[in-house]
């Protein structure tokens, strides 16, 4: 039997932002499948299922949402938000670690949305990727994390070609996110023109507002939720 509750499906879901979505969206009146490698600490917020597995893994894929199909009877939202950084000189980093980490930041994205497809059209849902600034500027030694928002990007603005008018897809870019809850100086708040670090629930808000009815005109775009750091010149002195 079908769900009474619009359903979503969040990768990377146990902790951080997907976790600060999760908590929203089911404050919301959703229902949510959270999927993550890694089981969460603590208790996620009801109602959810959570799944165990790896996205970037097809066989993985086909098997989260085949178990939404005939559990929840139906999908109306996709969060992919799963991902992770290898922060290690060009010259250090393997092949294998670059394929895991567009494994899990980009091709899951292609997984996931190819499988999830027919369940979204059905409910005429949406898709929300979670890219990241790093997609427009750099740090030293992260280049396989940027090349990979970097191409959610680019497949966020084909899947919603493709998919459209039936399943909308957008992109939300984080910054600064303070997803450990840890001491920060006035300095680290002081150089964003918003006046302080990014939250999670910065990040969930957005994405409540374009899952929701409200966007229905919006489709195939980036938001960049980042206090305004991408639009400072920045210069040595």
């Given at each position: 039997?079908?769900?009474?509750?619009?359903?979503?499906?969040?990768?990377?879901?146990?902790?951080?932002?997907?976790?600060?979505?999760?908590?929203?969206?089911?404050?919301?009146?959703?229902?949510?499948?959270?999927?993550?490698?890694?089981?969460?600490?603590?208790?996620?917020?009801?109602?959810?299922?959570?799944?165990?597995?790896?996205?970037?893994?097809?066989?993985?894929?086909?098997?989260?949402?085949?178990?939404?199909?005939?559990?929840?009877?139906?999908?109306?939202?996709?969060?992919?938000?799963?991902?992770?950084?290898?922060?290690?000189?060009?010259?250090?980093?393997?092949?294998?670690?670059?394929?895991?980490?567009?494994g899990t930041n980009l091709t899951s994205t292609f997984l996931?949305?190819?499988?999830?497809?027919?369940?979204?059209?059905?409910?005429?849902?949406?898709?929300?990727?979670?890219?990241?600034?790093?997609?427009?500027?750099?740090?030293?030694?992260?280049?396989?994390?940027?090349?990979?928002?970097?191409?959610?990007?680019?497949?966020?603005?084909?899947?919603?070609?493709?998919?459209?008018?039936?399943?909308?897809?957008?992109?939300?870019?984080?910054?600064?996110?303070?997803?450990?809850?840890?001491?920060?100086?006035?300095?680290?708040?002081?150089?964003?023109?918003?006046?302080?670090?990014?939250?999670?629930?910065?990040?969930?808000?957005?994405?409540?507002?374009?899952?929701?009815?409200?966007?229905?005109?919006?489709?195939?775009?980036?938001?960049?939720?980042?206090?305004?750091?991408?639009?400072?010149?920045?210069?040595?002195?």
């Amino acid at each position: 039997m079908a769900s009474s509750q619009p359903v979503v499906l969040i990768t990377g879901g146990a902790r951080g932002i997907g976790r600060g979505i999760a908590e929203r969206l089911v404050g919301d009146g959703w229902r949510a499948v959270i999927a993550d490698r890694q089981k969460p600490v603590g208790l996620l917020p009801l109602p959810h299922r959570f799944v165990e597995g790896d996205v970037s893994d097809e066989a993985d894929v086909a098997g989260l949402v085949a178990g939404i199909a005939t559990g929840e009877g139906r999908l109306d939202a996709l969060i992919c938000n799963a991902g992770f950084m290898i922060r290690k000189p060009l010259e250090a980093l393997s092949l294998a670690e670059w394929q895991s980490v567009l494994g899990t930041n980009l091709t899951s994205t292609f997984l996931l949305a190819r499988a999830a497809a027919p369940l979204l059209r059905q409910a005429k849902g949406a898709i929300v990727t979670i890219a990241s600034t790093r997609a427009h500027q750099s740090e030293p030694n992260t280049e396989s994390y940027a090349a990979s928002k970097g191409g959610i990007l680019a497949l966020t603005h084909a899947l919603a070609v493709s998919l459209g008018p039936d399943i909308r897809v957008n992109a939300v870019s984080p910054g600064w996110i303070d997803t450990h809850g840890g001491a920060l100086s006035e300095e680290d708040h002081a150089q964003h023109p918003a006046g302080r670090v990014g939250r999670v629930e910065d990040i969930a808000s957005l994405v409540a507002w374009l899952v929701g009815p409200d966007s229905g005109f919006v489709t195939g775009s980036e938001f960049v939720v980042d206090g305004g750091m991408t639009r400072k010149m920045i210069y040595a002195e």
